[in-house]
């Protein structure tokens, strides 16, 4: 869902912005400026519950994968190929989702895409930002389980 936002709110914020430097009144600019602060707005909010989600399913998952963190542990798996093994649990789905997010969102509004594309190519940089800070963003919440895996390692 957050992939669709992305697309197509990043080509509603170019063209917005586009036609809030057309010699606006006063009034209009504030309504596109408000606009285009809407969206980012939702796309921020939007990455930041699917952070806090990606985190708390994170510490559920370790606590219930203590015993196979153990036993792990006990075998004498590294704790960066636990960690590793971890991320990509997350980050394989994240990007597929990412991708097919955002394939729908261009399939959906391929005229408005289509057209911020070859008029604003600056959306193209808002779409591609937010990814990208999104995607850093889940990243970081994978490391608040990693003191809990910790704790299950040295409490074996």
Known sequence: ?????????????SLVALAGDDGQTGSQAVLFADMRTGVLVTLGVGFALLACSVGVTQAA??????ELIVGLDRLGMPGRELRRARALTVIVPLRWAAVGGALVGVALALPVVGLTVLIAPISMVVIVGTFLAGIVLVCLSLLTSRPLVTAIRRGA
């Not at 936002?5 to 914020?13: K, L, R, T």
């Not at 998952?61 to 203590?66: I, K, N, P, Q």
């Open 1 to 13: 869902m957050i992939g669709v936002i992305a697309v197509v709110g990043g080509s509603g914020a």
């Open 61 to 66: 998952s370790t606590l219930e994968d203590r």
